[in-house]
């Protein structure tokens, strides 16, 4: 989903919004800010550079870390920008949000939804619902399970 412009290089691997609001973007997001505040003396400060992850900026983030919280608003921006394009395209009642990023980013429903309500279609962002996946960060195991069974010579026992 394109979210941002201009075009950057970064984004040829795996676009616009993964790029920044995904697990991975997350982490890259702040190591990029890491290296443009040198004067940072957090708590992200204290990991090994190359081993930030999300989940390391979302501890951070509870424990009132500026830059976390900078990473933070800034993934809320484009979450919210997601999910007001979905809104605006497609008009639907509800919006699921899930994976591996949304167990710690459901706590921010609120925020995205104030967020999507700034740029989506007024009459439908109205209408429509947020909420999390009841599958948490599993979904993409279910789903994987789920094509492999479908693809196999397998039945799927219910």
């Known amino acids: 989903m394109a979210l941002s412009t201009p075009f950057r290089e970064e984004y040829k691997n795996s676009g616009c919004f993964e790029t920044v ?3 991975e973007g997350i982490a890259k997001l702040a190591r990029r ?6 004067g940072y003396s957090g708590e992200l400060r204290n990991i090994l ?3 930030i992850t999300s989940h390391d900026v979302f501890n951070a983030y509870k424990q ?3 830059l976390a919280e900078e990473v933070i608003e800034y993934c809320i921006r484009f979450w919210g920008m997601a999910v007001a394009n979905l809104v605006s395209l497609f008009n639907p009642e ?3 949000l899930g ?3 949304f167990g710690p980013a459901i706590v921010f429903l609120p925020q995205i939804k104030a967020e999507a309500e ?3 279609q007024p009459i439908s962002i109205g209408q429509v619902t947020i909420e999390a996946s009841g599958l948490g960060g599993d979904a993409g195991i279910y789903g994987a399970g789920f094509l492999a069974l479908k693809n196999s010579n397998l039945s799927i026992i219910q």
């Open 21 to 23: 609001a995904s697990g």
């Open 33 to 38: 800010l890491l290296n443009e505040q040198p």
């Open 49 to 51: 550079f190359e081993k």
């Open 64 to 66: 009132k870390d500026a």
């Open 94 to 96: 509800k919006i699921i």
């Open 99 to 101: 994976g591996g990023v």
């Open 118 to 120: 700034k740029w989506a």
